[in-house]
């Protein structure tokens, strides 16, 4: 059955039927119930493409993940699906693996697969690239800090304050020759978490020694390879790393050399992964709202979507502008480096 | 009589109910307005629905302990329940929680959007936060309020926590960024007892305590900030009957908010508590319940203003078969004895500390300045 013969059965315009389908609460209840009995019983289902090209939009949004093996993504990815789930939105998630040309080549099909919007997770494209999209009307939203793209509707964490709360932690529990595992992902987040690291050190008067300074792959290969060099000579007392696949990787290269988490060597990650409750010690972390990033991720973009069709009379100047979310770190003092001062985390 | 303005709104009376699992719909929203409030406030709406903790409430005879009370619908379903709840009219105040301002921007927008008539910001919950709870800090509730202030248009309320030393700056720093008003107070964190059995506390965590536990902490926060800040309050904690209304109003509270009590009790407490002011001021030959605003604060001095009244002070001796003796066991000072039929006060001994006229249960004892 199509749209003329629903509106038929149910002796209605096909106008509205088409507005039970997209705009219900503009429908006389009692009317709108009919029509969507007759829509259960004949299992209508809506021409999807067709609709796309009434209202111009093909209801898929497009959503670039830069490592597709990392959980951290996958669940920001979750909250980003979750969003656009309610909205009967479909996403088209592409995997680029940190790869530029990949990134800009996915970005291409998913305009050619006329998407009605795109987020970028961690993108290593440039402002330029980026604007570019945004011209040819299909509205972009950032998820994660890029210094080179600036002015776009972006939700951003502040990884440099939870690295410095961590760091400081460290500090705190007494010890003294700290070294660092910094991934080469996300990129900018890294290297905020590095800066500080660095400022946390010079302030408690610990001197900064490039042995203890390690880039790693962000996986947990990664981790094991930095802690072992790391280790080669004098190992620090604790070691932070900027994610808790690399942190995973660090205890088990601990453990490798004979060596215990925490009592030998303490070990911090960050983002607090679902696993990193499970390991033995249990990691001791700073959470990062995965889930949240992706679902303001997703609202922002609908946002701008749900904006873009509509008149400009009554929006607000402010919505035109790109609005930028910013979320919170949380500490989690648990037992991979000791854990006396766990006030943060109790209460 | 009841009529009041408060946050700009026209309320037919100044008992709001508070945020809370009990308003946690469109569909508990309306019954909340059906019950006759002039106002509700939705339960607290955040950037991303939890896990449930469970089980989560727990009370005893004198109020209630919750370990997360968050609405468990996300802002995008916020559309349709605040259409649900505003369908018969009546005044809604949206509670958002979060953690930085951009958040607490883009729930309160929404919910503008949506139709709320008002923003409470609720950033005082002692649940899950750390010890400090970020109404303890006075630059951050500054930001958050400033940011969602120059967002919105609606007036926007700032709920504040006991858990802080210092209530009144927090409130100072409302009102410089530009918030219309403050409610104090929130939940206090606590423990509500354990089981000495099986030595588990009542709930798993540290939670929040609400109702006749924390009315007197209520209270002083209400007059501490009506002492030193000039903004209108709405007073919360612990309030299940009118004259626990007046109490607060006459302490300086403009509205009050019933939290615990609806959910203990129900609803209809709160048509109990609207009849019970009414008649209070029936009774007083009150035109308006804004009257009585700030009444108390005026007998509310601070310890230098105190006067030392005649130094040695008595208690009257009075006829009493009570055959309590809760006066002769609780005198400190061995002043009052019984004999007979006779309660004998010593006025050498008595030193006027008073517990003695709050102790007798036939409230026969007065002091004699």
Known sequence: MNIKQIAKAAGVSVATVSRVMNHPENVAPKTRDKILKIMEEEEYKPNWFAQGLNFNKTKTIGLVIPHMLNSMYMEIAKGVEDVAQQKGYITFMCNVEKDKEIEKNYIEQLLTRRVDGIILMFSSLDEKFIRSVEEQDVPVVLIGEDKRAKGFNTVKVDCRLGAEAIVSQLVDNGHDSIGILYGNDPQQESLDMLEGYKNILKMSGIKILDEYIKPVENTIEGGYLGAKKMMAETPPRAIFTTSDEIAYGAMDAIKDSGLKVPDDIAVAGFGNARMSNLVEPKLTTVELPFHKMGVYGARLLFDLIEADGRDEENEDKKQSDPRQIILQTKLRIRKSCGHKERIGEMF | ?369
């Open chain 2, 1 to 369: 009589m009841l009529k009041t303005n408060f946050l700009g709104l026209e309320l037919k009376n100044p008992i709001i109910i508070a945020a809370g699992p009990w308003n946690r719909d469109g569909a508990s929203l309306r019954a909340s307005i059906a019950s006759g409030a002039g106002a509700v406030v939705t339960e607290s709406i955040v950037s991303d629905t939890l896990l449930d903790v469970r089980p989560r409430i727990a009370c005893d005879e004198n109020g209630a302990q919750n370990i997360r009370l968050y609405s468990d619908i996300q802002i995008e379903g916020w559309e349709r329940e605040m259409g649900i709840a505003k369908s018969n009219g009546g005044v809604v105040i949206a509670s958002v929680s979060a953690h930085t301002p951009s958040e607490l921007v883009y729930l309160a927008s929404k919910l503008e959007k949506f139709g709320a008539d008002a923003i409470e910001i609720s950033v005082s919950n002692p649940m899950g936060e750390g010890l400090e709870v970020v109404a303890s800090h006075a630059n951050i509730v500054y930001e958050m309020t400033k940011e969602v202030v120059a967002a919105v248009k609606l007036p926007v309320m700032v709920k504040l926590s006991q858990n802080t030393t210092n209530i009144s700056k927090v409130a100072k720093a409302v009102k410089a960024a530009g918030g219309s008003c403050v409610s104090a107070i929130n939940a206090v964190r606590g423990i509500l007892g354990v089981d000495i059995e099986t030595a588990q506390p009542t709930l798993s965590t540290y939670g929040g305590i609400s109702g006749e536990y924390i009315r007197p902490l209520g209270l002083a926060s209400v007059a501490t900030i009506s002492q030193t800040v000039d903004i209108p309050i709405c007073g919360i904690g612990g309030i299940s009957s009118g004259k626990h209304a007046i109490e607060y109003m006459m302490m300086g509270a403009s509205a009050v908010q019933v939290g615990t009590t609806v959910m203990l009790e129900g609803r209809n407490s709160i048509g109990k508590i609207i009849g019970e002011i009414e008649e209070w001021c029936k009774n007083h030959e009150l035109g308006s319940i804004a009257d009585i605003r700030g009444k108390a604060l005026e007998n509310l001095k601070s310890f230098d203003e105190m006067k030392i009244e005649p130094a040695v002070s008595t208690v009257k001796s009075v006829p009493c078969t009570e055959n309590c003796d809760k006066c002769t066991v609780a005198c400190m000072y061995g002043a009052i004895k019984r004999e007979a039929d006779t309660v004998v006060a010593d006025s050498s001994k008595c030193m006027g500390c008073g517990l003695c006229t709050f102790i007798c249960p036939a409230k026969k004892l007065k002091l004699e300045w």
